[in-house]
Nanobody, 128 residues
Framework: QVRLVESGGGLVQAGGSLSLSCAAS????????MGWFRQAPGKEREFVSA????????YYTDSVKGRFTISRDNAKNTVYLQMNNLKAEDTAVYYC?????????????????????WGQGTQVTVSS
């Protein structure tokens, strides 16, 4: 059974930083592209960032480029999202996700429909 568990969310002032973690189990983590998505109240779930199974390629939505950094530790089956210079518009529930397809290509990274496994989410609230 695949399990993704996010942690690290919280309340932070604008301009501050948070580091999210997602611990994975029950899947071939080192062969899995991993993604982070977020959903704000009343809005659709949107792509934030993804990292290839090897860690060699990373992808970001334009609004977080230069502020967020995704990384992974395959020895710990964990993917991270370092978020700096947070803004009020970053407020959302952040979800970790993985596709069932192993070694998925970059083309799937930003489409939530291509991800089969999801964590329960962690709340990030940025006060202005």
């Amino acid at each position: 059974q695949v399990r993704l568990v996010e942690s690290g969310g919280g309340l932070v002032q604008a301009g501050g930083s948070l580091s999210l973690s997602c611990a994975a189990s029950g899947l071939s983590f080192s062969n899995s592209t991993m993604g982070w998505f977020r959903q704000a109240p009343g809005k659709e779930r949107e792509f934030v960032s993804a990292i290839s199974w090897s860690g060699g390629s990373t992808y970001y939505t334009d609004s977080v480029k230069g502020r967020f950094t995704i990384s992974r530790d395959n020895a710990k089956n964990t993917v991270y999202l370092q978020m700096n210079n947070l803004k009020a518009e970053d407020t959302a529930v952040y979800y970790c996700a993985a596709p069932q397809l192993l070694r998925a290509r970059a083309e799937i990274a930003n489409n939530p429909a291509n991800y089969n496994y999801w964590g329960q989410g962690t709340q990030v609230t940025v006060s202005s």
